[in-house]
């Protein structure tokens, strides 16, 4: 067996040298385990503050212990009654080929509904964060104006499709031409900006949102966040989601520099966590299932091979090299 530990704490932007390979044994499982074949690994922008050795809403990884997240694999030996050889799973688990996990570390998915990867993307805690954070705090109603940051990762997508069953006009912001072509040709949204390329963010936006914004889904924080706020509409609503921009910075925290905008539009802005709706996941997950299987929902993933590579595909989300979720696939079932 092998896994992926934290070798050391990164200083700003994370390297491979954060990370380390081990071959390790794997024991037999105990009486309630069952061993687990790791199929796809989920990497996460949110893991760069578990590298971090600061309090936050889930624990730090531990040096040079395992790096773990979302993970959906097969069950291949099982001394669990609910469990047996040949079950697909999902469970938070190490960066490992194999885990050994008591039953309650995991639950079934069907991979006959759905391919297995979507249960770590559209079907999965991205596709439940872009569902709760937009219909529960956006709450975008039909004609008005919802614009979306980091619009081509994972969440963002969702949540630019979700806004667009909804009925409203969505704008997205992302990092490349490739990228904003696709979000307007495949994805229906009504337009997108490249905000490496664009000359004024401020006036490209005021463009393609000519009423203003009612709701902006914020997953990058910083200079983009800025210029979104400068065009709240009263009482507009803004789910903060991520600040990926802010994640590698050794000065601190860019934002949201929101005061005056926030009081002159009376806006919103709240910040959530999807774990805040676990009560209501399967109500998410629903409805998620539902529009995939009537095409309104799209479900784009970025998948590289090899166990060797879950640094990499990690490390690129901070250059944007992923177009939807980012997954590694380890293994065939
Ligand atoms: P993504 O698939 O969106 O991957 C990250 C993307 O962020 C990249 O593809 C890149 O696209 C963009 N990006 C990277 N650096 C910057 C930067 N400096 N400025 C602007 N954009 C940048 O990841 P997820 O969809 O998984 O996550 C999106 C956000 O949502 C993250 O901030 C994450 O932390 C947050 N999140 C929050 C959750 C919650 O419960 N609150 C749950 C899940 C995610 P590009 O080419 O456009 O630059």
Same mark, same amino acid.
């Given at each position: ?5 934290? %070798?050391?704490?990164?200083?700003g ?7 380390t390979?081990?071959?390790? /044994?794997t =024991?037999?499982?105990q009486?309630g385990?069952?061993?687990?074949k790791s199929l796809y #690994?989920? *990497? &996460? ?8 050795d600061? =309090?936050s809403?889930?624990e ?8 773990s997240g ?12 609910s469990?047996?050889v040949g079950d697909?799973v999902?469970g938070?688990l190490g ?8 039953a309650?570390?995991?639950r079934?998915?069907d ?6 990867s979507?249960y770590?993307?559209? $079907?999965g @805690?991205t596709? @439940?964060?872009?569902?709760?954070g937009l $219909?529960? #705090?956006g709450?975008?109603?039909e004609?008005e104006?919802?614009v979306?940051?980091g619009a ?5 997508m969702?949540?630019?499709? #979700?806004a667009?069953i909804q ?5 997205g #912001?992302?990092?490349? /031409?490739? =990228?904003?072509?696709y $979000? ?5 949204f009504d ?5 490496k390329t ?5 006036s490209a936006? !005021?463009g393609?949102c000519?009423?203003?914004?009612d *709701?902006?889904?914020d997953?990058?924080?910083g200079?983009?966040?800025?210029a979104?706020l ?13 600040a990926?921009?802010s994640?590698?910075r050794t000065?601190?925290d860019?934002?949201?520099r929101?005061?005056? =905008? $926030?009081i002159k539009s009376r %806006?919103g802005?709240?910040?959530?966590i999807v774990?805040?709706y676990a009560d209501?996941f399967? !109500?998410?997950a629903k409805?998620l ?8 929902l799209?479900n784009? !993933?970025?998948i590289?091979?090899?166990? &060797?590579?879950v640094? &990499?595909?990690f490390?690129?989300l ?6 939807g979720?980012?997954l590694v696939?380890?293994a065939?079932p």
């Amino acid at each position: 067996n092998e896994q992926i530990v934290l %070798a050391s704490r990164p200083e700003g932007m994370p390297t491979h040298q954060n990370f380390t390979y081990e071959t390790i /044994d794997t =024991k037999p499982p105990q009486q309630g385990e069952v061993v687990v074949k790791s199929l796809y #690994i989920s *990497v &996460d922008p949110y893991m760069r503050g578990r590298m971090s050795d600061q =309090k936050s809403y889930v624990e730090p990884f531990q040096l040079n212990q395992v790096v773990s997240g979302g993970v959906v694999g097969e069950v291949v030996e099982s001394q669990n009654d609910s469990f047996n050889v040949g079950d697909k799973v999902f469970g938070m688990l190490g960066w490992r080929r194999f885990n050994v996990v008591p039953a309650e570390q995991i639950r079934k998915v069907d991979g006959e509904a759905a391919p297995l990867s979507a249960y770590l993307s559209v $079907l999965g @805690l991205t596709g @439940l964060t872009a569902y709760f954070g937009l $219909l529960n #705090i956006g709450k975008p109603k039909e004609g008005e104006t919802v614009v979306v940051s980091g619009a081509a990762g994972a969440v963002g997508m969702v949540v630019g499709q #979700i806004a667009k069953i909804q009925g409203a006009h969505v704008v997205g #912001i992302a990092g490349t /031409d490739k =990228k904003v072509q696709y $979000l307007v040709e495949e994805l229906g949204f009504d337009s997108a900006i490249n905000y490496k390329t664009v000359d004024n963010m401020q006036s490209a936006l !005021e463009g393609l949102c000519p009423n203003g914004v009612d *709701v902006y889904f914020d997953n990058v924080g910083g200079e983009i966040s800025d210029a979104v706020l400068n065009l709240l509409n009263p009482f507009a609503r803004i789910p903060l989601c991520g600040a990926i921009s802010s994640y590698n910075r050794t000065d601190g925290d860019l934002g949201p520099r929101v005061q005056t =905008k $926030l009081i002159k539009s009376r %806006a919103g802005i709240q910040g959530f966590i999807v774990g805040d709706y676990a009560d209501r996941f399967s !109500e998410g997950a629903k409805h998620l299932a539902k529009w995939l299987s009537e095409g309104k929902l799209v479900n784009e !993933e970025t998948i590289v091979e090899g166990f &060797d590579n879950v640094p &990499d595909a990690f490390l690129g989300l901070f250059s944007g090299e992923n177009l939807g979720k980012q997954l590694v696939k380890v293994a065939d079932p």
